[in-house]
């Protein structure tokens, strides 16, 4: 554990360089609140944590900057959630509450707005919809040989996909379909659905081939990547930004990252740390969605390592309270 003084200098340090993004000189934080002693002191305490892993000089002439370690202990020690101001406060509230949109489009919006609150990439990770009661299916011919499948789920998510029909489908084949499907499937899970026999051949291909169809989007994860284009103007070395924008294209990759943050109860993983290399420049601060104490969705978002943990800290876990609050209402 660093005494008061290295405690002091290390978190003036940190905060320094996430507001500048260059190297901080011991005579600057001389004059910061909770040091007050000479630079020389200061120059023989930064040459101390420097030694013990919390810092390290990019060049020799230039001053100190944080090192994953250093910024572990800072928002280990140093940095607790900030408050949102007020005005930020009323604009997420006005958010959620005029959001009377499909799920889908209410993730969608809401990862936007977590980017545009905090100038970093957003991800928002929906509830997955195989748990979700189905509310009604149907199924709309497009031509004798396609037809779409709507199911809406007590969730609010609006699932559809265009299935292929046997040849020369008649009309009144997909109508009996149709309501086969709604009388074998509405009130049941995505998961415990079963379709039974109807009776006639023809209905029951046309039921497998839609059911198959739907069962296979809903077991796929939502997940909404808002602001990557933050991310272009975060890092100096164009191959770092490049290995950032490529991984958060590659859905699998973001929906793990972000539930493996959260199932091992952290709520900052600061560069390695989270195990994907590509990121290995990045933090990123996640948030459970939480609807009748069921974890059902994520939020987080994705930074540098100087990211500014506390307003981060702070407004994630408002947005992730409000979604679950607006997830709860329905």
């Known amino acids: 554990m660093l005494d008061e003084r290295k405690t002091a200098i290390l978190g003036a340090v940190v905060q320094e360089y996430i507001a500048t993004a260059q190297p901080v000189g011991s005579t600057h934080i001389a004059g910061a609140p909770g040091v007050a002693v000479s630079s020389a002191t200061v120059r023989n305490e930064m040459a101390v944590l420097e030694q013990e892993g919390y810092l390290v000089q990019p060049h020799t002439s230039a001053g100190r900057i944080p090192t994953d370690k250093g910024y572990r202990f800072f928002v280990d020690h140093l940095a607790s959630p900030g408050r949102l101001d007020a005005a930020t406060s009323a604009q997420v509230g006005a958010f959620f509450s005029a959001a009377h949109v ?3 489009e209410m993730l969608l919006r809401t990862s936007n707005l977590l980017a545009h609150l905090t100038s970093y990439a957003a991800v928002v990770v929906g509830p997955k919809t195989e748990a979700a009661t189905i509310r009604s299916i149907h199924l709309v011919g497009l031509s004798n040989q ?4 709507v199911v809406v789920l007590g969730n609010g998510t609006v699932e559809n996909q265009v299935v292929e029909l046997p040849d020369e ?3 009144a084949v997909l109508d009996a379909a149709s309501a086969h499907l709604a ?7 995505m998961a415990s659905a079963e379709i039974g026999p109807s009776g006639d051949a023809e209905v029951d291909a046309v039921c497998r081939s839609a059911f198959d169809a739907i069962r ?3 077991s796929d994860d939502h997940v909404y990547v808002g602001g990557a284009s933050w991310m272009a103007g975060a890092f100096d070395a164009v191959e770092v930004v490049r290995d950032v924008l490529h991984t958060l294209e590659q859905q699998f990759i973001v929906v793990s990252l972000v539930r493996d943050i959260v199932d091992r109860g952290m709520s900052v993983a600061i560069g390695i740390e989270h195990g994907v290399e590509p990121l290995s420049a990045c933090s990123v601060v996640v948030a459970p969605v939480v ?6 969705g994520s939020v987080g978002v994705l930074g540098p390592t100087r990211m500014n943990y506390p307003q981060a800290l702070a407004t994630v876990d408002v947005v992730s309270e409000r979604l679950g609050h607006r997830l709860e209402e329905g």
């Open 102 to 104: 499909r799920l889908e």
């Open 169 to 171: 489908t008649a009309d």
């Open 183 to 189: 009388r074998a499937i509405i009130g049941s899970t």
């Open 291 to 296: 609807v009748g104490g069921e974890h059902l």
């Open 216 to 218: 296979q989007v809903s």
């Open 146 to 149: 396609y037809a779409t499948v």
